[in-house]
């Protein structure tokens, strides 16, 4: 992803919150605009031509001036990759803090990465994914734009769609930082989990017999102790289809032991 990468520690938040319980909600947004565009590597100059202004418009805008053109606001959001409602919040709510957005804006990032790796491990193309978000989703996933942008719904309606467990969501929004690798991790392991679970189940209809083999229950009893930790979801799931795969069998058994004893 082209976004640029912020980390987040007690620190700096406790640097931002004193900055800003100094200043305005207006102000506050203002200087989260001025950090984003020195992030991007833009002077004030560049900002106003790529959104065509003047140079003062975006000094105004920067500086928590209330009286620029809502159209030239959300352009200049667009331009810097920015979520309109994180702009909103700290504009509006004298209580929210830029530490405070940043982390938002990480951990946004990671669920972003997660839906990504998620939608390649089960083979879904970028347009169903975009269609099922109502967004261009795909093109923050692959780099095309800011996973910043990006709104908590559309990510909600994508792993919805993905049937990604929210227990997987769990360790990204606690991370303070490395949300995006954190992302890529658990999408692997759910990958991978999913993996085995469909050779185990392939294996169990290609053989003979109704009843689900031993080596079926024993893969999937192994899968879900290598992945258990990661996947509490699935491993409460896969454990009822275990229990039920053993009572299957302790009943042939017993009536194959009946069968046996009645012979004379």
Known sequence: MNSPTHTFSPVAAGSYEKDDQAITPMQKAGNYLKEMRRA????????????DVGRGTIERLESGDVHVGVGTVLHVLTILGVSPWHYYELATQPTRTIGEIHQ?????????????????????PASVLDE???????????GGCSSDAVSPYALLLALMYLDAPLADLAPIVRAADGHEALGRQLAEARGAFALEMQHAQHHGQTEQHTVPSLDVVV???????RHSSDLPTLLKHELSRVEADLRRYRALLARAVGDITAEP
Do not use: D, W
């Open 40 to 51: 991007k590597k833009l002077t004030q100059s560049k900002l106003a031509e790529a959104v």
């Open 219 to 225: 893969a999937r009893i192994a899968a879900i102790i």
């Open 104 to 124: 938002q804006r990480a951990v946004i990032r990671g669920i972003t990465a997660y839906v990504r790796m998620l939608a390649e491990r089960k083979q879904v």
């Open 132 to 142: 099922v978000a109502r967004v261009p989703l795909s093109a923050s996933t692959n």
